[in-house]
């Protein structure tokens, strides 16, 4: 095992480090408003890409595909993940370039539902996106905290607060343009260090034959990809992912801070493809803690369990920094976009100037990083509540979407459309079914209709609810949605 | 069941469009 405070060293070294570059960069530019919630224009397709997949990709990637890897169906549950999570990009290359055409100058996800449909669907939506977002934030805390505890016995209070406080100081600070370019160095160093472990992890345990034969031998189920289960998995993990990211405002200002939709465009194709290696290198992971028969009831946590198990202590640290840097670059963007929905809101409710809304912005910035904190030393168990933000994103994105092109769809529709959803999804979840299944319905407890019920009902019911409504929306209208917080950031 | 030479392949190519995405990411920085 790691000594604790090496690895702590560690972890400050790499997060002080990012911090300055965030810090230095945002000090050489103006500190608007504008810098801090929107940037708009100021991302090149590298930094936009990068960024992308620096917010996407959390340490998540590190626990849940090697998860399923050993778990819930080996090769085929891994690779269903990897393109699971690719689709939410590619829906955005469209998306984005629809956002930027209709909505140029807007600044966030609720700006737009509350202009296009109305105050009932925009804090129905408002809800499930802050929901979302904070759920993911904190299961990012507490999934490092656990790894960090595990690898090195490092108390999670230690793990959350330093990791808080420095992605904290340098978020409040320089807002969107600090995540930016701290999102693209911490990917940039990601990166290689994943591939690096990957490769690693192979070069100790013999090679990619060995540890074929090893799986072939202990576990050929997790080789097979017929696998009903894993099937299924992989294809009901596109809607618990897809809904959610539609609804991280994260993703949404980096539509706008983009230097030009043909970029933006290219970075979420970029960001796609790199998501599908990175959660396939991850998730093999858990097929070789399985084969090796190292997971016990703790699948959660196959990837460090290999690291353990192969890596002399040196090489560990080099996890470590992989592990902190995934969740800076996620936790920054999840701050700052949880800071940017409420401002972006405040200013739209209240005439409040350029200065008050700076200091809004950073004191929402502190208290979500507080609570994150808090909440991700406790060790909860957050899995629930994070399949029940994607059962939430997965009723609600498909109105969410189709309000950008279908002119005829309302608000009564969408929000029939996100409960229907809803009401589908719920009377599957676990803990529920039970309760359906008194009142004389005949379900039980499905994560597969979950998330494909829920979507596929709710994309029925937005279709249908436009098909049937005599309105006509004028997209010309969300034109000049965003104008007055521009004015007052730029100036 | 994948073959050795297929779980190479998997393993191989995803670190190779790894390294390949990172050298578009920094070439198309500014």
């Not at chain 1, 480090?17 to 000090?27: H, I, K, L, P, Q």
């Not at chain 1, 406080?165 to 260090?193: E, H, I, K």
């Not at chain 1, 353990?308 to 592990?323: E, H, K, M, Q, Y």
């Not at chain 1, 596929?456 to 004028?474: F, K, P």
Request: avoid cysteine; proline fraction near 3%; aromatic fraction near 10%.
């Amino acid at each position: 095992m790691l000594d604790a405070t090496l690895t702590l060293a560690v972890a400050v070294v790499a997060l002080a480090a990012t911090s300055a570059v965030g810090v230095w960069y945002a000090r050489r530019g103006e500190r608007s408003l504008d810098a801090l919630l929107t940037a708009r224009g100021s991302a090149s397709e590298g930094t936009t890409a990068a960024s992308i997949v620096g917010s996407v990709m959390g340490a998540w990637i590190l626990l849940s595909p090697a998860e399923a890897g050993a778990a819930y169906g080996g090769l085929t549950a891994v690779l269903g993940y990897a393109l699971g999570s690719a689709v939410p990009l590619l829906l955005f290359v469209p998306v984005a370039r629809r956002v930027r055409t209709v909505m140029p100058d807007g600044h966030s996800l609720t700006e737009y539902v509350r202009a296009r449909f109305g105050t009932a669907f925009y804090l129905f939506v408002l809800a499930v996106s802050v929901f979302y977002m904070f759920v993911f934030l904190a299961a990012e805390m507490t999934g490092v905290t656990a790894a960090l505890a595990l690898v090195a016995g490092v108390p999670p209070w230690a793990t959350a607060a330093v990791i808080g406080g420095f992605v904290l100081a340098y978020t409040a600070y320089g807002g969107l343009v600090a995540s930016l370019v701290t999102d693209t160095v911490q990917t940039a160093v990601a990166l290689p260090l994943l591939v690096a472990a990957a490769v690693g992890a192979l070069w100790q345990v013999g090679g990619t034959g060995a540890v074929h034969a090893t799986v072939a031998r202990e576990t050929p189920q997790l080789l097979t990809l017929t696998n009903p289960a894993a099937v299924a998995f992989g294809f009901y993990v596109v809607f618990a992912v897809l809904g959610a990211n539609v609804l991280h405002q994260g993703v949404w200002q980096r539509v706008w801070a983009a230097e030009s939709t043909t970029s933006v465009r290219r970075a979420f194709g970029v960001s796609a493809v790199a998501v599908v290696p990175l959660i396939l290198l991850a998730g093999l992971f858990g097929v070789v803690a399985a084969a090796r028969g190292l997971v016990d009831g703790n699948a959660g946590i196959s990837f460090f369990l290999v690291v353990n198990d192969v890596f002399p202590p040196w090489l560990a640290l080099g996890v470590v920094v992989l592990a902190v840097l995934l969740v800076a670059s996620t936790a920054d963007t999840v701050l700052n976009a949880i800071a940017s929905v409420v401002t972006v809101d405040l200013a739209e409710f209240s005439d409040a100037g350029g200065a008050t809304l700076t200091r809004v912005a950073r004191a929402v910035t502190g208290l979500v990083a507080l609570a994150a904190v808090v909440v991700g030393a406790q060790g909860y168990d957050v899995l629930t509540l994070f399949f029940l933000a994607d059962l939430l994103g997965a009723a609600t994105f498909a109105p969410f979407v189709l309000g950008l092109y279908l002119p005829s769809l309302g608000e009564r529709g969408a929000l029939a459309a996100s409960l229907g959803g809803l009401a589908v999804g719920l009377a599957f979840f676990p803990g529920v079914a039970g309760l359906v299944r008194e009142l004389g319905l005949p379900v039980s407890a499905s994560f597969f209709w979950v998330f494909v019920g829920s979507t596929a009902v709710s994309v029925v019911a937005t279709l249908l609810a436009a098909a049937v409504s005599e309105g006509e929306y004028d997209f010309r209208a969300l034109g000049g949605v965003g104008a007055r917080l521009t004015e007052v950031s730029e100036r | 069941m994948i073959s050795a030479l297929g779980f190479a392949a998997l393993v191989w190519g995803s670190v190779a469009l790894t390294l390949f995405v990172l050298g578009y990411v920094l070439a198309t920085l500014r």
